[in-house]
Nanobody
Framework: QVQLAESGGGLVQAGGSLRLSCAVS????????MGWFRQAPGKEREFVSY????????YYADSVEGRFTISKDNAKNTVYLQMNSLKPEDTAEYYC?????????????????WGQGTRVTVSS
């Protein structure tokens, strides 16, 4: 099993920044990539970004490209999502997820392990 724990969410004004963290523990030897997803009220969970377990490659949804940056601290087994120039439409519950199915997985069903989520609220 792989355990994931997100932190770093909060309330921020539009244009502001937040950094989300996801601490990964357990049987990490099976993990091939980490992803961030988000789910706004009344909407489906959507892909935000992923990164290979060893630090690359990375990929972003068009809606966050150029504003969000995913990174990984291999020593700490922690994945980060730096979010800049936040917009009200970024408001959602953010989840990190782990997959053992290789790279390039952007559908929620392709991830095997999920964190509990952290709330991000962007006010206008």
């Amino acid at each position: 099993q792989v355990q994931l724990a997100e932190s770093g969410g909060g309330l921020v004004q539009a244009g502001g920044s937040l950094r989300l963290s996801c601490a990964v523990s357990g049987r990490t030897f099976s993990v091939t990539a980490m992803g961030w997803f988000r789910q706004a009220p009344g909407k489906e969970r959507e892909f935000v970004s992923y990164i290979g377990w060893k630090g690359g490659p990375t990929y972003y949804a068009d809606s966050v490209e150029g504003r969000f940056t995913i990174s990984k601290d291999n020593a700490k087994n922690t994945v980060y999502l730096q979010m800049n120039s936040l917009k009200p439409e970024d408001t959602a519950e953010y989840y990190c997820a782990a997959t053992n199915r290789g790279y390039g997985v952007i559908l929620p069903g392709g991830y095997d392990y999920w964190g509990q989520g952290t709330r991000v609220t962007v006010s206008s």
